[in-house]
């Protein structure tokens, strides 16, 4: 490929990624007969979708998303709990664009951080502007930043990111500084860009969270106004696949001196 007499002519119009399927296409188009336009409509959609991937990996990268958590890989079967018209309806991202916002709320393990950035994904592939990030680490980063000065870039950051992943609210309680970070993230997103929040707490529990009740019903306020709020039942995935694979496993060997 390396040596390929059309290298230099490729790279001049940077389209050397057509070497890639050249030969395969070139194939195809005699033994197809394909005419000239049909042969070279064909390497211009590979270049295309090789574009389109190249460009989906560095949006992947910078958004914090995990690329082998796509929806495609969620065990409904394994979540009942789960609305799957509602999920699949979702992933179209029209919410996006009406600027509205999910909540996604439940135990530990029942699939809600697998769910987000599943819609994350699918977000990613439609060119949106996707920021993810477990809510103790952003509220760390901010505070962080506000010494390092890295503060206005980090925080342009979050509000010009279409979507927002905010994942395991309720984890830690927040310190009166960072409940004032989470506050002003949700009121500054409010209907200009959706936000997807995943959280083991019930609504009635934020107050705790926040140390503050002023602030918490304020910030709920506004993220349930346009909000589309799934309440997953059920057990951990992780806890049912410790059981699974215990059961599972071969019976021990008896000891010598059981023998």
């Not at 809510?135 to 962080?144: G, I």
């Not at 309720?170 to 002003?184: C, I, K, S, V």
């Not at 409010?190 to 969270?209: H, K, L």
Request: hydrophobic fraction near 40%; glycine fraction near 6%.
């Amino acid at each position: 490929m390396m040596t390929h007499p059309l290298l230099p002519k490729l790279r001049q119009l940077r389209l050397s990624g057509m070497l890639e399927t050249l030969d395969l296409r070139a194939a195809q188009a005699i033994e197809r007969q394909l005419a000239p336009v049909e042969f070279l409509a064909l390497l211009l959609d590979d270049e295309l979708e090789r574009r389109n991937q190249s460009r989906l990996a560095r949006r992947l990268a910078q958004s914090g998303c995990d690329g082998q958590k796509d929806l495609a890989h969620f065990d409904f079967a394994a979540a009942p709990g789960v609305n799957r018209t509602l999920i699949q309806d979702l992933s179209t991202c029209t919410f996006i664009t009406r600027h509205e916002n999910i909540l996604l709320c439940g135990p530990t393990g029942v699939g809600k951080s697998h769910l987000a950035n599943g819609l994350g994904m699918e977000a990613l592939k439609r060119e949106f502007r996707v920021l993810s990030y477990s809510v103790h680490h952003l509220l760390k980063n901010l505070h962080a930043t506000q010494a390092s000065g890295g503060h206005t870039r980090l925080w342009s950051k979050i509000l010009k990111a279409d979507l927002l992943i905010l994942d395991d609210f309720g984890l830690y309680p927040l310190t009166p500084q960072a409940a004032q970070n989470m506050y002003e993230i949700i009121s500054e997103r409010y209907e200009r860009a959706s936000i997807i929040v995943t959280s083991n707490r019930a609504f009635e529990e934020w107050a705790e969270v926040f140390g503050n009740d002023l602030l918490a019903s304020a910030a709920l306020d506004r993220l349930t106004h346009h909000t589309h709020t799934l309440t997953i039942r059920g057990s951990s995935y992780r806890q049912r696949q410790r059981r699974k694979e215990e059961h599972g496993a071969a019976p021990a060997l008896p000891a010598e001196s059981e023998l």
